[in-house]
């Protein structure tokens, strides 16, 4: 959706709910064209997924840090933490999960493991996803009440989504493996 403009942006978010997904790593020589005046970006980018009820319409943004911060600014959000799928290389605060709940962030161990396959999903196959994609509701799931153990049917979920993309999380972690080291998911 095209977002260029600070007036454009005022317009999405009246109009629409605007949700700040996160920040992912672009690697390997991938590109996303910004909507916020097609610039090509090559290091990171950040996913909103804007949902209108009436009519109903349902639209995703990708964009550079400046149009995110505005965005995440007029819709009352924080800026999300930059997801690297590759260990050590982790920005932004937080974990590097892509969520910052503040200074010091404590996950359970199986909240976490389920929030870094989702987020390397997401950035093996982001360009796949459409906005309604229920890895997105499954991940704000996950990111709640971080502290609990994962519900079950979550992990139902992402691997179903996983599977129906023809794929595994073995096979999303070699591919990532073919150029660093990746984080940890298991």
């Given at each position: ?59 995703v943004i990708k964009c550079g840090q400046p149009t995110a911060r505005h965005l995440c600014e007029l819709s009352g959000q924080t800026l999300p933490s930059e997801f690297n799928p590759f260990q050590g290389e982790y920005e932004g605060g937080g974990d590097g999960g892509g969520v910052n709940h503040g200074n010091a962030v404590h996950w359970h161990p199986s ?76």
């Amino acid at each position: 959706m095209d977002c260029t403009g600070a007036v454009r942006r005022e317009q999405i978010c009246r109009e629409y709910n605007v949700t700040a997904v996160g920040c992912y790593v672009l690697f390997d020589e991938r590109t996303i064209r910004s909507d916020a005046g097609g610039r090509i970006i090559t290091d990171k980018y950040y996913l909103f997924t804007c949902i209108c009820e009436n009519p109903h319409r349902e639209e995703v943004i990708k964009c550079g840090q400046p149009t995110a911060r505005h965005l995440c600014e007029l819709s009352g959000q924080t800026l999300p933490s930059e997801f690297n799928p590759f260990q050590g290389e982790y920005e932004g605060g937080g974990d590097g999960g892509g969520v910052n709940h503040g200074n010091a962030v404590h996950w359970h161990p199986s909240r976490r493991q389920l929030h870094n396959a989702i987020m390397l999903f997401i950035t093996r196959y982001g360009e796949r996803l459409q906005p309604n994609s229920p890895i997105f509701s499954i991940k704000e799931n996950v990111e709640r009440n971080i502290e609990e153990p994962v519900e079950a049917r979550s992990v139902c979920g992402v691997n179903t989504i996983i599977g129906k993309f023809g794929t595994t999380m073995s096979e999303i972690m070699q591919y990532f493996s073919r150029f660093r080291p990746v984080r940890e998911v298991v």
